[in-house]
């Protein structure tokens, strides 16, 4: 089992590091650049639809694993297809650009299909009682689950490094607790993103030769969504024992996402309109280099993590009350960053 998880780190890495050259060259030639705008914070063009370079490497290793390990192979060709078909969303809006309204009902359409193949989430643990089965629920929350993970990849993706950097340690952070939980499914999957994750920043992280575009954003997102909803219901996996985890990981992109939900809904803005008002951005305002600002919101994806494997070891209370705590510090610091009288 050592030598399969071995395997799962080192091929995507390696596959991922050599397809990146290629994917560069590849871009330049079909003209899938990201041009530099008002809008955008890179000053030179540079090649889009990075994402082809580690979603490609991670897809043919989960096809390999469904062959050697037969036990999982429904369950890794659903990964399969599905990381294959959002991935594919991603590169098409890349090279022709969908409306948002388009992307959404797409997403919505596979996350349905995921759902029927038993990635859904059918109970909630309640760190002070009996857990809370969602019953009818559980198709809109499974729903607003993907659809949170998947943009919240897409908006952060607008910093050199920043959204491959949070997702390796989001997929380390799951990778251990599948671990602690004697999960191959969850562990492999993790191990597999991660490395593609770690490959693509030898590239992407400042100064970025490429971008992972929508292609990669959504991939990241999609697969990320998946595997934490994979154990719950008819499987045994990590969020059998508490949604708190990948929730608590995933903190720093989720609340940046619905805090830009919550400012565009109340300036009457269209809530998927790009713009520069992102936490990146805001610091990069300050002065802040565009290295410093990813170490830094690196960091806070760690500690995050950090709480999110407390809850496998310890009172979960008590990482509940540490959770709660952080979230509502990051929610005004990020938010303090927005006012006015912090701009003065």
Known sequence: MISIYVMSFIIPLILTIGLVPVNIRLSNKLGMIDQPDERRIHKKPIALAGGLSFAIPIVLMELSLAIIMPEYRNRLLEMAIGGSLIGLLGYLDDKRGFTARYKLVFQILLVSVMYIAGYRMNLLTNPFGSEIRLGIFSFPFTVLWYLAVINAFNLIDGLDGLAAGIAAIVSGVILTVGIINHDPFVSLLSLILMAGCLG???????????????????????????????????????????????????????????????????????????????????????????????????????????????????????FLLILIVMVFILFILINLLYSKEFKK
């Open 200 to 318: 693509f920043l030898n590239y992407n992280f400042y100064p970025a030769r490429i971008f992972m575009g929508d292609t990669g954003a959504l991939f990241l997102g999609f697969n990320i969504a998946s595997i934490c909803i994979s154990g719950v219901g008819q499987f045994k996996g990590i969020t059998t024992m508490t949604l708190l985890i990948p929730i608590a990981t995933l903190a720093l992109p989720l609340i940046e996402t619905f805090n830009t939900i919550f400012r565009r809904m109340k300036d009457n803005q269209h809530i998927f309109k790009a713009d520069k008002e992102h936490i990146h951005h805001k610091l990069l305002e300050l002065g802040y280099s565009q290295k410093t600002i990813a170490l830094a919101l690196y960091f806070i994806t760690f500690l995050f993590g950090l709480i999110a494997i407390g809850f496998s070891f310890s009172n979960k209370r008590l």
